[in-house]
């Protein structure tokens, strides 16, 4: 078999919303060059599928035929009619078109539900789709992502379909958990794949996964229950599915540690005092209010411009002293004027108090802000915008269509730009459809405020669920020394995760529930010796009659752990004369022949409950994924694994299935060979 290239390997990560494709590898790895929605249409004959919604169009045209006439001088006129006097007829004629519309997902067949193959046609027929799509030469190997919930079976339908639709020369199947641990070069890791209705959580183990206790599929800790949650706290304020998917997307939306207080809840806290002390003092400032608030008019307080007693001690005024002093109407003036001032006072203090404040709210982090406004996009037809006087957005601002550009970091404030762009009046082009056809909608944007409902997409039960399939996953594993490093390598993933807070959020429930100090991992191992290793269950240390030591007052039955402990420092202290060489010699032989067997079996940490849990970094090797994020690394494992099978070992490892062992062994061989 002549050796493969680089750029003739094609990668095939399916999701259950997202396919992951590209034909090549790159010098440096790249995020997948091909991103299409794990869905097909129903074409017009049964079986048969579309990558895109076929829609009818019948456009009717009005066409002349005209009959041959010998020519003369008479001008042919036309009736109003329509028809045309001794020379033909006007006839109308009914066209259909057929338009692809990349914008709806009406029909559409998801062949992946919570990580398992429902439509093995539709599957089969999206990957032929992308296949065309990239169109890879004859001699290309080719390399599938699995997901943990596919069976063996699962596994041989899609070689059988491989070796024989596209005729490849050699074909590998590849864990995803696996690939992660590729992409983070970690042989020992917990993988923690949060996706779009689950969670997979598989524990990793010197790059062999460990399938007892592995936690596959778990339902509803995905970012569709985090969006359903959404849904379940804003429905009453008009929020529709398509609105709280697009807020759990947006940066406001985030998901505090467990403890953390909410932004109103802090406030309530601060305010709430002692309900009779706060009673007394608002009673004694209501008195002294009332008893120095006695108006008062230019000539002093309650007297006129001469001096007269205009209001008495209890501010009611003097009418009589006031018309004798024949200045009425100047007091009633003073009277407009000084109501004026303090209004204008107010009304000014007012806002420089809201000026002052609002630099401080814009400064809050989003987790201390009680409430935070987002965009939000959606589709209308371009009849009902015409009519309200709307104008959509561009091509490039839609939501969700053509390449899909990767969200970088989040605002680490969550604030969002309060003011609308303004958009393109233009109609929104079909780009993807045939040539001149125009879409009959277009995207507006809008916006909204959230209040706290925004940091509650978590609080359904996800964190507990999943951190609980964690946890069972981590004890299954029978090499009980190695799961203090599956505590220590934890790795979540998946576009679930992307939620802001999400991964921090998870790790402080890990924490908060199964944490315990190492102080109380090492509360039996604190009374034995410092020169002297713990006790393991290895069977070594159970005690033995030794016959040589028959006659010594220790008896036959003596524990090797307890006299070798007391005899460390002075050995031959307690032993017979003429014994204590020989007895000091066997010793040593047995704590030689003890170490021995412990190296096998030492572990450090504790076997049971962690003692400290920690979230592994990917390394930067690639700086193309950094603006990307990790949420995908398994595609960058699957191309640093194709990099491996295909090209560096050539098969020697039996890493990937070829042509002749496929017609030798058939479907069923893919199980030798895949990893």
């Known amino acids: 078999m002549p050796p493969f290239k680089d750029e003739h390997v094609l990668i095939i990560t399916p999701g259950s919303q997202t396919t992951l494709a ?30 895109l919604k076929v829609r ?12 041959p006439q010998p020519v003369d001088d008479d001008t042919t006129m036309a009736n109003t009619d329509g028809t045309i006097n001794n020379a033909g007829t006007s006839v109308e004629e009914e066209d259909t078109y057929f338009e692809e519309d990349p914008t709806t997902e009406e029909g559409a067949i998801y062949p992946i539900r919570q990580g398992r193959i429902v439509d093995w046609s539709c599957l089969f027929a999206l990957m032929t789709h992308i296949y065309n799509t990239l169109s890879p030469p004859f001699h290309t ?80 800790c995905g970012g569709e229950g985090m969006t359903q949650r959404l849904l379940e706290l804003l429905s009453e304020k008009g929020f529709t599915r398509d609105m709280c998917e697009q807020l759990k ?13 909410m932004p109103g809840e802090a406030e309530a806290e601060v305010t709430n005092v002692n309900p009779a002390a706060a009673a007394s003092a608002g009673a004694n400032a209501v008195g002294l209010k009332g008893r120095g608030s006695v108006a008062g008019v230019e000539g002093g307080d309650g007297q006129d411009g001469e001096g007269r007693e205009v209001e008495d001690n209890e501010g009611v005024l003097d009418v009589a002293t006031l018309v004798v002093s024949g200045k009425t109407n100047e007091f009633l003036a003073r009277k407009e004027k000084e109501k004026a001032e303090k209004a204008e006072k107010a009304a000014a203090k007012k806002a420089a108090q809201e000026a002052a404040a609002a630099p401080k709210q814009a400064k809050l982090p989003n987790a201390k802000r009680l409430t935070a406004s987002f965009h939000f996009t959606e589709r209308r037809p371009l009849e009902e915008l015409n009519r309200n006087g709307k104008r959509p957005l ?98 979540i993933i998946g576009n679930g995760s992307k939620v802001r807070g999400f991964k921090e959020a998870l790790v402080a429930k890990l924490n908060s529930k199964y944490l ?29 009659p030794q016959s040589h030591l028959s006659n010594s007052h220790h008896g036959p039955g003596v524990n090797p752990l307890l006299l070798a402990a007391t005899t460390a420092s002075n050995p031959g202290g307690l032993a017979p004369p003429g ?97």
Not at 251 to 261: D, F, Q, S, V
Not at 616 to 634: H, I, L, N, R, S
């Open 22 to 51: 590209q034909l090549g590898l790159p010098e440096s790895f790249t995020p997948a060059q091909l991103r299409t929605s794990t869905r097909m249409f129903p074409a017009e004959n049964p079986g048969e599928w579309e990558p």
């Open 56 to 67: 009818e169009r019948k456009v009717t045209k009005r066409r002349s035929d005209v009959a």
């Open 141 to 220: 190997p080719i390399l599938v992502i699995t997901q943990p919930a596919w069976t063996a079976q699962d596994h041989e339908t899609l070689t059988q379909f491989f070796f024989e639709k596209f005729k490849t020369p050699a074909f590998c199947l590849m864990d995803s958990a696996l690939a992660v641990c590729y992409a983070y070069a970690a042989s020992t890791a917990t993988v923690i794949d949060v996706g779009y209705e689950k969670c997979d959580i598989s524990a990793v183990i010197d790059f062999l996964i460990n399938d007892v206790g592995r936690g596959t599929a778990v339902p509803s």
């Open 249 to 261: 997307r947006s940066g406001i939306c985030e998901i505090l540690p467990p403890g953390t207080a």
């Open 394 to 491: 561009e091509n490039g601002a839609s939501h969700g269509e053509g390449e899909t550009k990767r969200p970088r970091t989040p605002d680490p404030h969550g604030g969002t730009d309060s003011t609308a762009t303004e958009a393109d009046p233009t109609p929104v082009m079909n780009t993807d459809a045939s040539a001149g056809s125009v879409e009959t909608t277009a995207l507006i944007r809008r916006e909204v405020d959230v209040g706290i409902e925004r940091f509650q997409a978590a609080t359904g039960g996800i964190l507990d669920q999943t951190a609980d399939a964690i946890h069972r996953c981590i004890l299954s594993v029978p090499e009980f020394q190695k799961r203090a490093e599956l505590w220590d390598n934890l790795i």
């Open 516 to 544: 315990i100090s190492p102080s109380s991992a090492t509360i039996f191992t604190s009374e034995l010796p410092s020169n002297f290793t713990t006790p393991v269950a290895t069977g070594t240390n159970t005690p033995q």
């Open 579 to 675: 014994q204590h060489q020989h007895l000091h010699a066997q010793l040593q032989m047995q704590q030689y022949q003890q170490q021995n067997q412990q190296s096998l079996h030492q572990h450090s940490g504790h076997g049971q409950t962690p003692t400290s849990i920690k979230l592994t970094k990917m390394p930067e090797y690639f700086p193309e994924w950094k603006d990307v994020g990790t949420e995908e690394a398994a595609f960058l494992g699957a191309q640093v694994a194709a990099k491996v099978v295909f090209v560096v070992d050539q098969g020697l490892s039996k890493g990937f299935m070829s042509r002749t062992e496929y017609n030798d062994l058939g479907p069923q061989g893919i199980h030798e060979f895949c990893m």
